[in-house]
DNA sequence: CATGAATGAGAGTTCATTCAT
DNA sequence: AATGAATGAACTCTCATTCAT
């Protein structure tokens, strides 16, 4: 399994639910869900409709995606959308439901030496990274929702915090145990590093694939460079 | 006036025009513009609208934005904003053009030591910042439309890659004078430490604005911080 | 029913399909078309609009008809029209489709001599010029798109230009049998003398309904007229 | 000179002031014209926007020439066109006007043996599809118009009529003279025969220029083919 | 007279949502 | 539960005509 990362708690390794102990924010916000059906075909027809919004949203984008194109795409009528759903945001609340479990356990992997913090946290790295990269569209996606929707914005701004707070808390271990500059505020800098990752892989992921010229580096270098830049910004010590 | 900023090129303290020499991209997308006008109440009208256009864009945000609103706002017939635009994306590229003045020149001000990487870094940070903060609702606003109209994404990128290749040559520079870690590579470098700022600012004033909890810290602080982690990234030397 | 044709082929006796064997024009104009309706409302719906787009086109001409006057005539909503049509062109072209079967298949009745050439073409003529009279109003209607819609100038022209080889080949014939005057290429006498009979068509069943002056004469006397006109152009023996 | 053309009157050689001795109608539908420019300035001005109405007319067609589009061609103020026009229709009266004089004044040339009815008729038909050909954008834009405002549709019945009234005689004439078959309606005939040549002189100079299937026949076969279905239609006698 | 900006009624079109079947 | 047609508010855009300069 996972090396024991209690030790040197790091990124976004775990669930949300599990950061910092606190009620964790939930995938997607929380709206006035409708009953969940209750016979097999209703469940098969749910099913149906969420997978073909996460298909549709991916492939046109949020805004431009049209509530027939998502029945269309379900097979089936348009007046059953509103069987389920109440609107498109609530079944995209739906969409990235099902995502999350894949989106928030990266599965960070061994680590040969959980007491180097330079390991730990590369690995923390490429994990994020990873998990970033194989759910690029459904980022992407959320990118967009949250400059249109504040649900979103809000939803996507808690979810944030929690990582950040989480990376802010392994900062303040380190800095304890003398392995990271004193100097910064914890809080701050995880907000900055965190976001520094964060913005790699939107570019790289997201970006990357729409453009040409951007393409993303070698994926391994870019794990080196957040994870080298990163320690050398908390002063990790006898590093090169 | 601004210290020799040849010895080192650092991030955005000048007008993109004269970022690595190369043509700058222009701050907003020329589409098929329409004639100028001509006589003074025509020019009087346009301005009219543009500033109408930029109070409503910041406040109801471009895609809430109707036409008739801005024409609202300028206290003009709906008909004669086609008499300067084509559409909702050109005025936008008008707002954009003329906030361009004030958002590409930060003025750095004065730095007691020029030839001391660190002060002029955090000059240049701290200019950088106060300009995004100057115009964080337009900020915010292009960050909308980029996530919208593939015109002003792309914008939006290659306005960032002009920033992002300045300070790569600033940082390969340092690490030709020894003062900067050689172990990376300066184009990742500086993306992900222009990302990290840039990010920063986003959340500190875009999003800070909105949210309670995730106010933004003391300003100083901000740009201290951020300071502090680029400085420690590239290993600047003799530093605490 | 109708005498052997065959013998001697004329004028517009029967539907396009079968004239000169070709592929022959579509009544209207294919465009993209709407899914037809499923359900009997659905189709019943379509029928209202069609029946009163004709109505209205009728009344008050293409280019004075606004959608919504058709949507007002077939009361129902306005955004119901384009579940069925994406614009007026075709509507039009369903209201063509429509009416295609009377317009073409004239029924021309018995004639006692099919051998004689004259009696052949003065069936013809009086079932031509009756069809046109019936179709009046959607005559003139498609004489007006014409003008205004380059689909419409063309589907007239095809539709003109099979008319026309029929009749060609049914002077040749005549020609080839001694009976016409070998002296005109069968094509350009065919262009002149169909183009005769429906200039008088026009002008008796479509302008002489708005005019007092220019009435339509009798119509006996137009039968005949055309008939000993064209008869006589082609210098049909034996006559008078 | 014009061959005595009082012996065998026929179509359209004169102008129609002249025909019939009758009332000619106006080349164009009165209208209240505005006073006539009183400056060499304002002459100048409204001559260069009947030129230019003609030109963009010819070009764009008559319901997709804006009102700016002329004046923009005439290289003047939006505003002026108003100081000499009260509407569209009335540029295009202004248009016809001044085309009148070429198009009703075809100059049929000398004609060999006047007394000779078929060389008559021959020379007729060339000088009228001569002038049809010369103005044939401007007969295509009276088509047109005639489609789409009363006012012009009168007017081209009118003249139309005018030409009519005038080959019956000629045919009457001959029918008295016993040249032409005696079992026609003057009138009747000539509606068709004139009718014939005119649809003939549209498909090959209006349609024909816009196709390139029905390009228009050689131009002398299109004379000699009509005048013969003419000729041969009132039977003049002894032709080949 | 010329100018060219201002006007505003009116047309076409979209699509979330409802509802009878 | 499913269907798919019906609805109508909302929005963009055009252009003839007016009018201040």
Chains 1, 2, 3, 4 share one sequence.
Not at 50 to 56: L, P
Not at 166 to 185: K, S, T
């Amino acid at each position: 399994m996972v090396s024991d990362s209690s030790k040197v708690p790091w990124m976004e390794t775990t669930g949300p639910e599990e950061i910092d102990g606190e009620q964790a924010p939930p995938m997607a916000p929380r709206s006035q869900l409708r009953e969940p059906p209750t016979t097999k075909r209703g469940a098969r027809t749910r099913a149906a409709l969420v997978q073909a919004a996460r298909k549709v949203f991916e492939r046109d984008g949020y805004l431009d995606t049209r509530l027939t194109d998502i029945t269309k795409e379900a097979r089936c009528a348009a007046g059953s959308f509103y069987t389920y759903f109440a609107n498109k945001e609530e079944v995209l609340a739906a969409v990235l439901l099902e995502a999350q479990e894949d989106m928030m356990h990266p599965g960070m992997g061994r680590v040969q030496d959980a007491d180097d913090p330079y390991a730990v946290l590369e690995a923390s790295n490429r994990a994020y990274l990873e998990a970033y990269r194989r759910n690029a569209k459904l980022m992407g996606l959320l990118e967009q929702v949250a400059q249109v929707e504040p649900e979103f914005r809000e939803f996507r701004s808690r979810r944030a915090d929690a990582f950040i707070r989480r990376n802010a808390r392994g900062i303040a271990e380190l800095q304890a145990r003398g392995v990271a500059d004193r100097g910064v505020d914890p809080m701050m800098a995880s907000r900055a590093l965190s976001g520094m990752v964060s913005v790699m892989a939107y570019n790289a992921f997201v970006l990357g694939e729409r453009q040409e010229g951007g393409t993303p580096a070698d994926f391994e270098e870019l794990v080196s460079t957040v994870t080298r830049l990163w320690a050398n910004a908390l002063r990790f010590p006898g590093h090169r």
